[in-house]
């Protein structure tokens, strides 16, 4: 995992621009808070909002970014004998009219990226596209095949050709990418995130005990520990009156949400992390102690939130965490989006600060969106 690659983004977004990706034509999203909230009908582009949020000026991460949102939802896709550049096309579903993909992304220092992303065929490319790309197929080792397609990337008006390998399909991704499925609780990945954010240091481990107290009050330590079940390693917990290992998904799910958000948090320090369905898992009556929990870690690490919901008492419980004394000054740092999807079907995202959406719930005005 490249977590200096990770640590190095110390910006926020504060304007967000896609053309050509998934469902959208063209869209965009203005003054962006830290903490951001998309609600909206089914299928008008909530998850594909936070997988065009995956952008990387590094290509290969951003392909590896959006297909393990693939497989982290289970959208896996067999390429078979299928060309890669159909195979690409099948993973960005872009408009076949205007097949560049375009990014414009400004930040809170006020410095501005820009990226295009072309799927070119090879009887597309100029003399000098084939000598990069065959620069590129010599430096990964590969042998040139006509068949493939190629993506011409570009990163502030700077050209680079990226050489697809034939072979590429979901399952041939590893690594970290900063995307919470809908439902991804505990999993083995958290080992990794636990021992190279957390365990190296005293203060950490305690502040994160302190965070899954509000689910487990009696937490007194977390630990990794092999050979609780049949021989496997596991976050596990030891509890102020139990002698005991317990091992966390025994906790539930709720809990097993909690902990991976503030373990991918660590994880994602000074950057910015996507959560899809942020409330899948969550019991109602545990929600603004989550709320209040994932926020004050994201604050302390400095991570900017896109986080998606279905259910409006989301929205609900977070306006009543803003509420609190200890809160307040997270209200500024806070937004709520609406996704509408328009008569000539483009989708436009309809922002809220703080004080928009609270006055908007307490006089019943509906948020969710909605033709």
Known sequence: MEKD???????????????????????????????????????????????ALLIDSNLSQFLHNIASSFVERN???????????????????IFLKEDKIKFDLKYSDS???????????????????LKNVRLAIKSNNNKENGNKGIIKFKVNEKIEIDYIDYSLHFNSY??????????????????????????????????????????????????????????????????????????????GEG??????????????????LMIDEIDTGIHFSRFKSFWRTFLKSAKKNNVQLFMTTHNFECLKYLKEVLL?????????LTRSYTLNKLPDSSIKAYNYNFNEFEFALKQGIELRGGN
């Open 174 to 251: 590893t690594g970290y990418f900063p995307f919470v499925g809908m439902r991804k609780s505990y999993g083995d990945d958290l080992i990794l995130f636990f021992s190279e954010s957390i365990q190296k240091s005293k203060l950490l481990t305690k502040e994160l005990v302190s965070e899954l107290q509000t689910f487990i009050p009696n937490l007194e330590n977390i630990e990794i520990s092999s050979g609780i079940i049949q021989n496997k390693n596991f976050l596990i917990a030891r509890l102020k009156d139990y002698d005991g290992a317990i091992v966390f998904p025994s906790f």
């Open 324 to 332: 609190e004394d200890d809160m307040k000054e997270f209200q500024d």
């Open 5 to 51: 690659k990770i640590e190095s983004k110390t910006k926020h977004l504060t304007y967000f621009k896609v053309e050509n990706f998934k469902c959208f034509k063209e869209f965009e999203l203005n003054d962006i808070g830290q903490f951001n909230l998309f609600l909206g009908d089914n299928n008008v582009g909530k998850t594909n909002v936070l997988e």
């Open 111 to 129: 410095k501005s990226e820009n990226y295009e992303v072309n799927l070119m065929e090879y009887s597309d490319l100029t003399q000098n596209d």
């Open 75 to 93: 959208l896996i896709f067999t390429v078979n004998s299928s060309p890669e550049f159909n195979f690409m096309k099948l993973l960005f579903n």
């Open 255 to 272: 809990t097993s949400k909690l902990l991976r958000i503030l373990l991918e948090i660590s994880y994602c320090k000074n950057s910015r």
